[in-house]
Protein backbone atom coordinates (compact mmCIF):
# COMPACT_ATOMS: atom_id res chain seq x y z
CA UNK A 1 0.00 0.00 0.00
CA UNK A 2 1.35 3.42 -0.58
CA UNK A 3 2.00 6.69 1.54
CA UNK A 4 -0.49 6.12 4.98
CA UNK A 5 -3.43 8.81 5.27
CA UNK A 6 -3.93 10.27 8.18
CA UNK A 7 -7.27 8.98 9.80
CA UNK A 8 -9.68 11.05 11.08
CA UNK A 9 -8.08 13.07 14.11
CA UNK A 10 -5.24 13.37 12.73
CA UNK A 11 -7.18 15.06 9.59
CA UNK A 12 -9.13 17.50 11.87
CA UNK A 13 -5.80 18.83 13.75
CA UNK A 14 -4.06 19.24 10.35
CA UNK A 15 -7.27 20.74 8.96
CA UNK A 16 -7.51 23.25 12.11
CA UNK A 17 -3.91 23.99 12.13
CA UNK A 18 -4.34 25.23 8.18
CA UNK A 19 -7.02 27.27 8.98
CA UNK A 20 -5.60 28.36 11.96
CA UNK A 21 -2.39 29.86 9.84
CA UNK A 22 -4.86 31.26 7.19
CA UNK A 23 -6.90 33.13 9.65
CA UNK A 24 -5.07 33.98 12.56
CA UNK A 25 -8.63 32.17 14.38
CA UNK A 26 -8.33 30.90 17.81
CA UNK A 27 -7.87 26.83 17.27
CA UNK A 28 -10.16 26.73 20.34
CA UNK A 29 -12.84 28.16 17.87
CA UNK A 30 -12.54 26.04 14.80
CA UNK A 31 -15.08 23.54 14.94
CA UNK A 32 -16.80 21.14 12.20
CA UNK A 33 -19.52 23.65 13.29
CA UNK A 34 -17.77 26.79 12.92
CA UNK A 35 -18.40 28.85 9.70
CA UNK A 36 -15.66 29.16 7.59
CA UNK A 37 -16.28 32.69 6.69
CA UNK A 38 -18.25 34.24 9.31
CA UNK A 39 -16.63 32.33 12.38
CA UNK A 40 -12.97 31.85 11.43
CA UNK A 41 -12.98 34.62 9.36
CA UNK A 42 -11.65 33.07 5.75
CA UNK A 43 -11.76 35.44 3.41
CA UNK A 44 -12.30 34.58 -0.89
CA UNK A 45 -8.01 34.33 -0.91
CA UNK A 46 -8.16 32.18 2.12
CA UNK A 47 -10.30 29.77 0.22
CA UNK A 48 -7.64 29.44 -2.20
CA UNK A 49 -4.93 28.77 0.14
CA UNK A 50 -7.12 26.00 1.89
CA UNK A 51 -6.95 24.56 -1.95
CA UNK A 52 -3.36 24.78 -1.70
CA UNK A 53 -2.56 23.67 1.71
CA UNK A 54 -4.80 20.30 0.80
CA UNK A 55 -2.51 19.85 -1.94
CA UNK A 56 0.78 20.31 0.08
CA UNK A 57 -0.29 19.19 3.32
CA UNK A 58 -2.95 15.69 2.45
CA UNK A 59 -2.06 15.37 -1.45
CA UNK A 60 -5.70 16.10 -2.01
CA UNK A 61 -6.40 18.43 -4.95
CA UNK A 62 -9.85 20.47 -4.03
CA UNK A 63 -11.82 21.42 -6.95
CA UNK A 64 -12.20 24.60 -7.35
CA UNK A 65 -16.00 24.56 -8.07
CA UNK A 66 -16.44 22.29 -4.48
CA UNK A 67 -14.09 24.40 -2.48
CA UNK A 68 -16.67 27.26 -2.73
CA UNK A 69 -19.50 25.18 -2.05
CA UNK A 70 -18.18 24.81 1.56
CA UNK A 71 -19.48 26.85 4.38
CA UNK A 72 -18.59 24.76 7.50
CA UNK A 73 -15.07 23.59 8.65
CA UNK A 74 -17.20 20.28 8.80
CA UNK A 75 -18.11 20.32 5.06
CA UNK A 76 -14.36 20.76 4.36
CA UNK A 77 -13.09 18.08 6.78
CA UNK A 78 -16.07 15.76 5.44
CA UNK A 79 -14.96 16.26 1.68
CA UNK A 80 -11.36 15.80 2.69
CA UNK A 81 -11.76 12.76 4.56
CA UNK A 82 -14.06 11.65 1.30
CA UNK A 83 -11.47 12.20 -0.96
CA UNK A 84 -8.96 10.02 1.18
CA UNK A 85 -11.25 7.16 1.22
CA UNK A 86 -11.31 7.50 -2.31
CA UNK A 87 -7.68 7.59 -2.78
CA UNK A 88 -6.92 4.91 -0.23
CA UNK A 89 -9.26 2.73 -2.17
CA UNK A 90 -7.46 3.22 -5.61
CA UNK A 91 -4.28 2.10 -3.88
CA UNK A 92 -5.19 -1.06 -2.60
CA UNK A 93 -7.00 -1.86 -6.19
Known sequence: MGE???DKQELQGRLIEILHRI???????ITPEARLMEDVGIDSLGFYEILIEADTSFGIRI??????????????QNHLEQLSLQRSHADQA
Do not use: M, N
Open 63 to 76: REEELLKFRTVGDV
Open 4 to 6: SFP
Open 23 to 29: SGADPAS
